[in-house]
């Protein structure tokens, strides 16, 4: 576990607030090589794309063993660190989703507290910190300090009063803080002043979703965000573009 260890340190090294590093989310061996020769310093796994790529739905319409099919051809196919969009566990245990991510060889993951398997229900504040507290309890056990980022759909998802919903999501990702998480994901696209609350408020690096094709990393950076990923958009983004080469030949 050595080599994981210290690829995990370094891939958490990585996350500086007002110097983000830009993570593309891949989806498959293809993806992640045209990454990685573009010369990023890591990579994310995104359920969304992948479930896409193996003809699966998004939020849990695959198994956890499918996902990790396609995470260790990512491993085996580049050197850098990869962390995976575990969504929200797949109704697992702690110990078998660390377990299965260190087996494929990735040193971080994203955890929401939506619950696919109930309907979509958002975990209560305390419910999702409990459960990043276990993951990360599992990790310690394992020898690797596999980066725990820490998501909440709260704002994504509109739950409650407008007016409050920011300072919802900061409650709720300060208390997966406290439970060891190391980066923070409010999931959304903000406006500026949210944006600059969030990253201002939370006591960790947060993750913000990049437009591949709109959103400048300088822009980002001055808001003090600390992580980049795309979600789903960079599938998309390449998708239009097959669309336009298709229109051709038509």
């Not at 699966?56 to 660190?81: C, H, K, W, Y």
Request: proline letters at 5%; glycine letters at 10%; charged letters at 20%.
């Amino acid at each position: 576990m050595t080599s994981l260890s210290d690829k995990a340190t370094s891939f958490l090294q990585l996350h500086k607030p007002g110097d983000p590093v830009i993570l593309p989310t891949v989806w498959d061996a293809w993806s992640a090589n045209l990454a990685a020769a573009a010369g990023f310093a890591g990579l994310t796994v995104g359920s969304h794309p992948v479930a896409d790529s193996i003809g699966r739905a998004d939020n849990e319409g695959m198994t956890f063993a499918e996902l990790l099919t396609r995470v260790r051809q990512i491993t085996d196919a580049v050197s850098l660190p990869v962390s995976v969009d575990i969504e929200s566990g797949y109704g697992l245990e702690p110990t078998q989703l660390i377990e299965g991510l260190l087996d494929v060889g990735a040193v971080g993951f994203n955890i929401e507290d939506t619950v696919h398997s109930e309907g979509g229900r958002l975990r209560e504040p305390q419910e999702h910190a409990d459960l990043v507290g276990k993951l990360r309890d599992v990790t310690g056990a394992a020898g690797v300090h596999v980066v725990i980022n820490a998501r909440t759909d709260y704002i994504i998802k509109k739950h409650g009063d407008e007016s409050t919903r920011v300072d919802q999501a900061i409650a709720r990702l300060k208390l997966c803080a406290e439970a060891g998480a190391d980066v923070l994901y409010p999931v959304g696209l903000h406006d500026d002043a949210s944006q600059r609350r969030l990253t201002s408020e939370l006591p960790l690096p947060v993750n913000m979703i990049g437009l591949p094709g709109k959103s400048v990393k300088a822009e980002l950076a001055d808001q003090g965000v600390a992580r980049v990923s795309f979600g789903p958009l960079l599938q998309m983004a390449l998708a239009e573009q097959a669309n336009t080469l298709f229109e051709r030949w038509k």
